[in-house]
């Protein structure tokens, strides 16, 4: 085989792949969204037929033939040849490293554990998913030994969502953190405002068709244009490309507004870099981010440095008032959608608690992986640290470890990216103000292209050009640091609870 | 191999391509209703790839070879196992006769024509289309030479919609059809009540939302259940099974609320059939009809027999009376609803003149297969035609040949089919009432279970079982017979313009 001819075929397999990925994109997207509820069993027939497909095609030889002999000598292959050799030699490697019993024994015990997982909360009865929860686990186990690890157990699974991340370096990031929010809410808690604080306009009703209005509003605004986007409603929010031009987003909406006011937020960041994909890439795995922490940095970057700011509001609050009829008071508004408040949900959760919540479930996983936590424990040590860092008392399972999915679906190293999506975003945004000094100006007249050329040119265009690290780097001249998150916070939150 | 090697191959083939095709469906319906625009090439690229996938999976050699074994010795096989290899015999044996790169040329030329058809159609020039038409009609020529034919070369095109259907046993039964419409057509048109007939209640505002909140509960009330089936709006109404518990219809919404009130019920008949489908062969060719024209006597018969009838209207003209704020006049909304009227366009067609425009084109296509009619004098033997059928003149191509998608695409002996659908649905219709004398009081009641479950019982259940003649002699006592139609027609319209 020549170059030529093992780079044909990585470019056929990896369109192949991504057109196979895409169509499973719209059925899953379908289930959620449209899909008629009796036709579960036909569509887990569709679903499980594309994702065999993909699997077969991921693993094939003469794929992984082309990827290792274009591995073996990168001397003729330009820089995007270079990555993309590096990519898929990387991610096939993965597989090639599990037996094919262990694949399908896995996607059994991830599918009878989401289940078990839904009828305990249901039931709210831990045991129903305990037995399930520990078999995903020695599962996993078993997959690390499958593939070897260097350093700390976990840090196989934490590259699988953060390229190159691992507990040696995650550590003392989040320690850090962990240190600088204990400190920042013991300063908020002791404040009067928070000890008076209370709730008027967000009290007040919202129609909910209302609500999807000025959520759809929103995503105009913010630049998801009709031709290439949607927004929908499905049980959880979520992003989906089914293509460059066409990335698909969803919301929900409950009594309390800011629900589907942050998440259509939150999700048109994802939109947002999804569509500024590379073109020229769009069936290579370059078009894709490098990591799921740069990915959350940009939904973050929109749902909360944004999005929660007292310009952003200057544009919106004008518009959420004369449709929701409210009173008009945007000092108010902008208080109590940045109300501090513990919380025994992840995702309920405020800017200040959120990331304890993530580190939470790091130390957690952390120790079911190296073993100092069992299955056995898991809830007592889970309720230990809700009490130490938000000293609360966890009252079921539902509110307790078993509120989120992840887990139950073998979703192990997964959670840290939600904390590094955040402190990205902070450095992101401080890096844009001191590159772009009207920003502020900018969001409060509603005007946001300058902004997303910015991020476009910094940030999306590179696809997984570089990795996650390199990118913010060659952004903001410093890799991973919390030192901008933890200032926006300090400095935000004691201006709102005047402790500063 | 063995007999059940055999039937263990051919049943994993037909679930692969049953699943593929559904797929397939979602993604031609959501392009038809809710896609991105801009998302059109990308969303080509996935359909394309299934459906190269499906004509590969269709035409494998295992595949075919299992089914040549099958189909030499039927000894051993059930009823069912025998109509299976009987059809895929048949279908697969059809594509094994077009060579590879045929059906390719066909493929694309069936692309360039279509969107030739569009922009003619734009520019209003039917010189954008005809040299693709003449391509169009030279490859459907060379098709049936490949696959050879007994008598008619068209007979060859007619057998791929209507199993075993020929111009030999059409022709006799489409002149007596012509000629007894236009006798009717000539006693309706000398009437007082045509001449002096117009439309009042149809002629008043008919808001849109509530075009769609009507043509809901309708679905609602004939039992499409939301538990495995929707409704939509797109640009073009159709019914797609995307699984037995998934079948989804759409319409659209004009001024006029009869195009969306009439194409929901239809679009809601064949969807009853599609939910009818034996449940045991989900994944076997015998869920599906055995022809197009007994699929449409499905929609003709909720659409007609059913829907313009005035027990239908007992039941629905008060809801619609409320909604609509229209006078309260059943009498005269039924005969509006029923007012006869030649139009240039089949679709916008009133029950009288339909079956003409299916014999018009019945009548060129047979011309366009034997020569004696090429695409050069098309334009002008359409117009002649509808001159005589009609009295009309034709004002330009787009009211002409060129109003219907489907030679742009190559579906040359489809068009016969919406006759003996609506030829079968009168027929169907005869016998539920001999059976069932109650009909007309239960449609008045909005009570549509037992005409269901009848249709079920006489039809839906047999999915391809029988060909279609073979069913409706079972339900009917006869085969095709117009008799039945034109006898109603005779009836009903001599009621409304009281020349009997």
């Not at 490697?93 to 989401?114: D, H, I, W």
């Amino acid at each position: 085989m020549t170059y030529d001819q093992d780079l044909q075929i990585i470019e056929k397999y990896q369109k192949e792949i991504i057109t196979l990925s895409r169509i499973s994109a719209l059925l899953q997207w379908d289930t959620q969204t449209y899909m008629p509820k009796h036709a579960n069993e036909e569509r887990a027939d569709q679903t499980s037929y594309l994702a065999e497909k993909i699997h077969t095609k991921m693993t094939a030889d003469e794929f992984w033939e082309a990827v290792l002999r274009l591995n073996e000598d990168k001397s003729n292959l330009n820089d995007k040849q270079k990555r993309i050799v590096e990519i898929l030699y990387k991610d096939i490697g993965k597989s090639k490293k599990l037996p094919k019993e262990f694949v399908v024994e896995l996607a059994k015990e991830r599918s009878l554990s989401f289940n078990a997982w839904q009828k305990a909360r249901e039931e709210m009865d831990a045991e129903i998913f305990l037995p399930h929860l520990g078999k995903i686990i020695k599962l996993k186990l078993k997959e690390i030994e499958y593939r070897g690890h260097e350093g700390h157990p976990y840090n196989t699974l934490l590259d699988d969502y953060e390229e190159g991340m691992t507990v040696e370096k995650l550590d003392p990031v989040f320690d850090k953190l962990k240190a600088g929010l204990i400190e920042l809410l013991r300063k908020i808690k002791e404040s009067d405002i928070y000890r008076d604080q209370k709730k008027v306009l967000l009290a007040g009703e919202f129609d909910k068709d209302k609500q999807i209005k000025f959520t759809n509003d929103i995503t105009k605004v913010l630049g998801l244009e009709e031709n290439t986007s949607r927004l929908d409603l499905s049980e959880h929010p979520f992003t989906t490309t089914l293509g460059l031009r066409d990335v698909r987003i969803t919301t929900n909406v409950r009594d309390d507004p800011l629900f589907s006011i942050g998440s259509t937020i939150h999700e048109a960041g994802h939109a947002l870099y999804e569509l500024g994909m590379p073109d020229s890439e769009q069936y290579t795995v370059i078009s894709d981010a490098p990591s799921l922490g740069l990915h959350e940095s940009q939904s973050r970057f929109w749902e909360n440095m944004v999005g929660l700011g007292k310009p952003f509001w200057k544009h919106f609050f004008p518009k959420a008032k004369d449709l929701f009829t409210i009173e008009d008071d945007i000092e108010l508004w902008h208080k109590e959608i940045n109300q501090v408040n513990p919380h025994y949900i992840r995702i309920e959760s405020d800017e200040v608690h959120y990331c304890l919540h993530v580190i939470l479930r790091y130390e957690l996983e952390k120790g079911l992986m190296d073993g100092s936590i069992t299955v056995d424990n898991i809830s007592d040590e889970w309720n230990k640290k809700v009490k130490e860092y938000f000293d609360l008392d966890v009252r079921n399972p539902k509110e307790g470890f078993m509120q989120d999915v992840h887990w139950s679906e073998g979703y192990f190293g997964y959670f840290p990216t939600y904390a590094l999506g955040t402190i990205y975003s902070a450095q992101i945004y401080n890096q844009l103000v001191s590159e772009m000094t009207d920003v502020e100006d900018q969001i409060a007249s509603g005007s946001f292209e300058k902004i997303k050329e910015w991020l476009g040119e910094k940030i999306h265009k590179y696809g997984s050009m570089r990795m996650a690290d390199d990118i913010i780097t060659g952004v903001c001249g410093k890799g991973l640091d919390t030192d901008d998150f933890l200032e926006y916070l300090n400095k935000k939150y004691g201006k709102l609870y005047r402790f500063n």
